[in-house]
């Protein structure tokens, strides 16, 4: 009988307390940093090695990584893999897995995860897009054969730990990446943000700061530059995700493979040449990036002129304060509502209505493919004469800094 009471109050110890003891704040600590290393095994792992081959990863690291996925997700390397890989290269279009242009913000966000499965299962995505993705005989005989093993484990080493309350933190593992992946990343980083580049599709950067999901808040820098192990741009952005890969190099743990094109210059050339259009087509997003950044500042110096001449209040006003947010824009992401506002705002301003039309002269650089390289120079050398002859300084200076350009 006593041997009875003690085994039940030792029962009840560990149900109350688990193996650890531990006060609710170190199950709070425990829950964010386990939950904090399967944030970071999908982007370093999944996404930036797996999905993109930004980066190699040595066999130790790479094979850690794989097995706290296979504990914490139950995710299949080849399904994420593929699925991702068929985001980028469908993305925004009805066969883009998880777009919330076509599908809507509401069913990303609520239901993200059910997207995934439901993508898992098309035999022709994995075939496709699924290729070069671990196909070892602990691949093929434990993480992909027994995915929910994986997450039962954990679910018994939490309530070992924890007793009663490891339920609590399993579960917030479980729905860590459903929501943070599937729901946040999917979804908002197409909705809603700002953005640095006009990438072909709807993604934005939703922070500067990428910690809370491993750099990944950084979606509309990635999108640009899909196969960079880096995600941040600008001097006032961090990537978590980065920093690891960094430090994880630093002790030969990883090859970092490529990271953002940096636009170099030098002395501005008498005239543009092969090279100068080179450096153009390779660090396109950056320079239409500075091209906007000039736009910008020609409507600021528009809208100061208006309000010296107290005109603040005008139509002409107001339509230039909503071109301020939209000019800079690729035509299919300005909303149809605003075009009437921005082509009168162009109408009233000449200046603004020449930066946009130049805009496009200038992309059109790379976007032709049936033109010879010779033919593009030529082209280029006509753009930078045109813009210098306009007599708008915002035009000017950026002809400048293109013939200064270096590939």
Not at 134 to 160: C, K, N
Request: charged letters at 20%.
């Amino acid at each position: 009988m006593t041997q009875l009471l003690t085994l039940h109050d030792a029962l009840v110890d560990w149900l109350a307390y688990g193996l650890l003891g531990a006060s609710w704040w170190q199950v709070v600590l425990f829950t964010l940093a386990v939950t904090h290393v399967t944030i970071a095994a999908v982007t370093i792992f999944l996404h930036r090695s797996q999905a993109h081959r930004a980066l190699d990863l040595h066999p130790i690291v790479s094979h850690f990584l794989r097995f706290w996925l296979w504990l914490t997700t139950g995710m299949v390397t080849k399904e994420w893999v593929a699925i991702h890989r068929k985001h980028h290269a469908k993305c925004e279009t009805e066969e883009d897995p998880h777009s919330p242009v076509t599908r809507g913000i509401k069913t990303v966000l609520l239901t993200g995860s059910e997207l995934y499965r439901a993508e898992a299962k098309v035999g022709e995505t994995l075939s496709k897009y699924g290729h070069g993705t671990p196909d070892d005989w602990i691949e093929r005989h434990l993480y992909s054969r027994f995915t929910w093993q994986g997450v039962a484990l954990m679910l018994i080493v939490d309530m070992l730990l924890f007793g009663a309350l490891g339920a609590t933190v399993w579960a917030v593992q479980m729905i860590w990446i459903p929501i943070h992946a599937a729901g946040i990343i999917n979804g908002l980083g197409h909705f809603w943000g700002y953005r640095n580049f006009e990438a072909a599709d709807a993604s934005t950067n939703i922070s500067p700061w990428g910690v809370l999901i491993g750099g990944e808040e950084l979606h509309n820098n990635h999108h640009t530059y899909p196969t960079s192990a880096k995600f941040s741009v600008k001097r006032y952005e961090f990537d978590i995700g980065w920093a690891y890969i960094r430090g994880m190099q630093a002790l030969g743990l990883a090859k970092v493979r490529k990271t953002p094109p940096r636009l170099a210059l030098g002395e501005a050339k008498p005239v543009a040449d092969g090279q100068t259009l080179d450096a153009l087509i390779a660090n396109r997003y950056e320079v239409m990036a500075g091209y906007a950044k000039e736009m910008r500042r020609a409507v600021r110096a528009e809208l100061a002129h208006l309000k010296a001449q107290g005109a603040q209040n005008s139509a002409h006003w107001r339509d230039l304060v909503l071109a301020k947010t939209w000019l800079h824009r690729d035509e299919d992401k300005i909303p149809h509502g605003v075009r009437p506002r921005l082509t009168q705002a162009l109408g009233d301003n000449p200046s603004l209505a020449k930066l946009v039309a130049m805009r496009e002269e200038l992309r059109a650089l790379w976007t032709r493919t049936n033109v010879s390289a010779e033919q593009l120079v030529a082209d280029l050398q006509a753009w930078c004469r045109k813009a210098e002859d306009s007599g708008i300084a915002a035009l000017q200076e950026f002809s400048l800094k293109l013939r200064s350009a270096r590939a």
